[in-house]
């Protein structure tokens, strides 16, 4: 896929509207082996736009995406902003599996079993990874056990995880939850100087773009169809823990939505004045449910199964728990 292709792709995806600086930096940071910097993401979409003058705009082959108007200019010359545009993330498969909270090493073989299983007969075209599928024990901020597996056997059981996972020939995306967030944390502290070294990059530790795996970070929202997926870590820490997470999960953000983190499986469904229903859901984990840290809890295991009309709006869920390696 040569530069430009991958320019219509992204321009196509995010609309017409999206500015070219914000979706070039979008486009670099999702493609590092294609483009050399942010600059060079940006003047390709520039190239497919027809902005490079008249002689370019001619030689452009297709030309679907060249701009006849301008976008809004800076008419006050302020000076260029650093502001970081929050744009969701867009999957438009029609059957999802979406699986959270996996924590490998400390995944639980039998629950994973039954979801694998499960999944052979419903053959998604997608499987969304949820969130802290890796764990990164020792680089919690934590008190830690120095006996515990070390990073680079983290490293490579989830490497044979998601070989294990291309098997179901399904698009894979993995988005980043608060335990992976630990691995940037640590850079950042620790050694800062490896920071957008793309050898030390998660993505390239875990071989996600060898494997066709999308990574989706930066606390992203994921829209499919008119349901929001979150890992649930985006709300930032509060002491607010409501019984019913899904009803927390309603309380934060008013639309129909899911999210894991909390490891426990709940449902919650509000009309408003207009006869519209609004429903979100949390999803179980795919861990172990009796950790040192907290062996008493109210986690459970589970998965669920998003399918997507074709009018891109309406979608349906099916939450599913595990219980001793059986499906309920």
Not at 303 to 308: D, N, P
Request: hydrophobic residues 35%; contains cysteine; charged residues 30%.
């Amino acid at each position: 896929m040569t530069k430009a292709d991958i320019s219509r792709e992204y321009r196509l995806k995010y609309g017409t509207q999206m500015p070219t600086l914000t979706l070039a930096r979008i486009m670099y940071n999702e493609n590092k082996e294609a483009f050399t910097d942010v600059e060079d993401a940006r003047k390709r979409l520039r190239y497919i736009e027809g902005k490079t003058g008249k002689k370019d705009r001619e030689g452009v082959a297709k030309k679907d995406f060249i701009l006849e108007g301008e976008r809004p200019k800076n008419p006050y010359k302020l000076p260029e902003s650093e502001e970081t545009k929050y744009e969701p993330y867009y999957i438009k498969e029609n059957k999802i599996a979406v699986l959270s909270d996996i924590h490998l090493p400390y995944h639980n073989i039998p629950s994973l079993t039954a979801c694998f299983d499960f999944l052979q007969g419903e053959k998604p075209e997608a499987i969304l990874l949820n969130g802290d599928i890796l764990d990164f024990y020792q680089l919690s901020r934590f008190g830690k056990d120095p006996r515990k597996r070390s990073v680079a056997h983290e490293l490579q059981t989830a490497r044979e995880f998601l070989d294990v996972l291309s098997q179901f020939g399904a698009k894979i995306y993995y988005k980043l939850g608060n335990h992976e967030e630990r691995y940037q944390h640590y850079l950042m502290a620790k050694a800062p100087e490896l920071l957008g070294v793309q050898q030390f990059e998660l993505e390239h530790l875990l071989g996600l773009k060898e494997r066709g795996i999308d990574l989706i970070g930066d606390k992203r929202i994921i829209k499919a169809n008119d349901l929001n997926i979150v890992h649930g870590h985006e709300f930032g820490q509060s002491i607010f823990s409501p019984v019913n997470v899904a009803r927390g999960l309603f309380l934060r953000g008013k639309v129909s939505a899911m999210q894991g983190h909390n490891h426990s499986i709940s449902e919650h469904t509000e009309s408003n004045m207009n006869g519209d229903i609004v429903t979100t859901w949390s999803l179980g984990c795919l861990c172990e449910l009796n950790p040192a840290y907290l062996p008493i809890n109210k986690w459970s295991h589970g998965f669920a199964i998003v399918e997507l009309s074709d009018n891109g709006k309406d979608f349906h869920v099916r939450n599913y728990r595990i219980h001793k390696g059986k499906i309920l």
